[in-house]
């Protein structure tokens, strides 16, 4: 099964500063990346993927790496809002695997 | 438009009963999952519908749950004799296609809660 860590379990920053998650996976058939954002009470939700012949993608506020020699990816956030306080989960998926697995997450914490 | 709806959103039930969660996934979605989100537990895949292809039901984790999918639309997840260790979030996802390059959209989940 797919392994995937992340290198941050908390993550506290000051509003308006730029916030960086990292995730690791161990399944070098992992083609397709996702991230999501979970806010507590509520379902995972949607903020950008990347596929692995890409190695940035860019969306709004948002811009997600890929290396995969090392396996790793990364969420950048610009200008952290207080709505940006969530758990942020990497789901690394490939192949015919349709089955995603998140890790533990990583807490953002944004203060005013 | 009208994302993944689930209900109910809450469900407290004694040990021993049965529960029934709903799922409607976005329309036009071919692709209906169900997972369950636990603490310490992570996110853990019960069961894939894709069309009208037999579903994936390799993670149900016992014969007390089963699914059903009506009309390639809505779905629902039941546990039967609920116990307290199926205490959790239920989670719905839908996708464009049953394919793995395609982002799976959840719902809010259903938090069960077994006494």
């Known amino acids: 099964g797919e392994n995937v860590g992340l290198h941050l379990p908390t993550l506290s920053v000051q509003e308006g500063d730029n916030s960086i998650i990292n995730c690791a996976y161990s399944?070098?058939?992992?083609?397709?990346f996702i991230w999501y954002k979970q806010e507590s009470g509520k379902g995972p939700q949607f903020i950008i993927d990347?596929?692995?012949?890409?190695d940035k993608r860019q969306g709004q506020r948002v811009t997600v790496l890929l290396n995969k020699t090392v396996k790793h990816l990364s969420l950048q956030i610009a200008a952290t809002q207080p709505g940006d306080s969530a758990v942020y989960f990497c789901a690394p998926t490939g192949g015919s695997n349709y089955k995603l697995t998140f890790g533990k997450g990583t807490l953002l914490t944004v203060n005013p | 438009g009208a994302g993944v709806s689930q209900s109910p959103s809450n469900k407290v039930t004694e040990k021993g009963k049965d529960v029934e969660l709903r799922c409607d996934p976005i329309s036009g979605h071919t692709a209906l999952y169900w997972y369950r989100q636990s603490l310490g537990q992570g996110l853990e895949f019960l069961i894939y519908?894709?069309?009208?292809?037999?579903?994936?039901k390799s993670g149900l984790p016992s014969d007390r749950f089963s699914a059903e999918r009506t009309g390639g639309s809505v779905s629902t997840l039941t546990i039967q004799r609920t116990q307290q260790e199926d205490s959790a979030v239920y989670l719905c996802?839908?996708?464009?296609?049953?394919?793995?390059?395609?982002?799976?959209?959840f719902g809010d989940g259903t938090r069960l809660s077994i006494l």
């Open positions: 519908f894709q069309g009208n292809s037999a579903p994936d």
């Open positions: 399944n070098s058939a992992s083609d397709y």
């Open positions: 990347i596929r692995s012949n890409m």
């Open positions: 996802a839908s996708s464009l296609e049953g394919v793995s390059r395609q982002p799976q959209h």
